[in-house]
């Protein structure tokens, strides 16, 4: 493949046909600085890289090479938005304009491997996606523009949501969540309006008001992060409680932490004593022993299995 640099003078048309779709002529005027334009030439083919230089790339094929659109386009994104790291619209846009490119070949052949260059989800999910992007609520677009999330929690969401006015539900995320964060309370949502729908609620706004208004109320991130998990996990925060209630009424010393898995999966509790002799960890063991013998005849809930059965 051959590169020239030419005068923008002399290809002035060309970057002055935006919108014009046609056989042997595209323009997409989408990256930041960047212009990006093809044209069939006799032998060569035009990529326009229309930047603070106004300059015109020329790609000429080698002998026996043929570069079609597709081509340029990977050379372009290569070359040029993976180092400025394309925003989410910029990357819908060129898709958008590949998607409208006349070609003999299956998407999948032509589109399909631009989308991993472009930071966009791949295949089938990738196509879906893009044809879910238009229909994205301005909030939920802007917090992809500001990096807040993934376009793959930001997909799920609307897929699963998009017959409820789920701006609501974005307005009260904090903005001082981190990426994961915002990642993870946007999956819990859906999962948790998903999980009322399964079991048959009617597709009405009262839950998602009434979980709204637990929602509104956290006085920061953690508490918002904590009554989330507690709307998803009901019964997980419930054996929760009923665990720390039944570990604080024993008068355990100091140095002394009772743990379990987060989720109550295994039948296992951890004890860990902290000590810093043989005599202090001797003192601790004995007033282990002796809460223990003193509620002896209570539920014995340090048995996972006994907690989930008091539920």
């Known amino acids: 493949m051959k590169i020239h640099i030419v005068p923008l003078e002399k290809n002035s048309k060309l970057l002055n046909c935006p919108g014009n779709i046609e056989n042997n002529e595209i323009f997409s005027p989408v990256l930041n600085e ?44 290569s070359h040029f938005m993976n180092k400025n790291k394309a925003d989410i619209r910029t ?18 052949q032509t589109v399909y491997p631009l989308f991993p260059l472009l930071g966009w989800l ?31 929690e930001a997909f799920l969401f609307h897929l699963h949501l998009s017959e409820y006015p789920y701006n609501e539900i974005l307005q009260i995320i904090p903005e001082n969540l981190s990426f994961s964060e915002t990642n993870y309370c946007l999956k819990t949502i ?4 998903q999980g009322k729908i399964a079991d048959c609620i009617k597709k009405d706004m009262i839950f998602i008001d009434e979980m709204l208004k637990k929602l509104t109320s956290s006085k920061n991130k953690s508490d918002f992060i904590a009554k989330l998990k507690q709307l998803r996990y009901p019964k997980i925060m419930q054996a929760k409680k009923c665990f720390a209630d039944y570990v604080s009424a024993f008068e355990f010393p100091s140095g002394v932490s009772v743990t379990t898995d987060d989720f109550f999966e295994k039948n296992t509790v951890n004890m860990e004593i902290s000590f810093n002799s043989r005599e202090n960890l001797e003192k601790k063991v004995t007033q282990i022993l002796t809460q223990l013998k003193a509620k002896k005849d209570s539920p014995d809930y340090f048995c996972i299995e006994n907690v989930w059965e008091e539920k």
């Open 190 to 193: 859906t999962e948790i309006i």
């Open 91 to 108: 990357s819908f846009l060129m898709i958008d304009t590949l998607f409208n490119v006349k070609s003999d070949l299956p998407v999948q």
């Open 34 to 77: 960047l212009s990006f334009g093809y044209r069939e030439n006799g032998q060569q083919i035009l990529l326009l890289a229309h930047c603070r230089s106004c300059s015109v790339m020329e790609l000429q094929p080698d002998e026996n090479e043929t570069i079609d659109i597709f081509t340029a386009a990977a050379f372009l994104i």
């Open 122 to 152: 791949p295949s089938k999910k990738g196509e879906d996606a893009y044809r879910a992007f238009p229909n994205f609520s301005e909030k939920l677009c802007t917090m992809l523009q500001n990096k807040k999330i993934g376009l793959n």
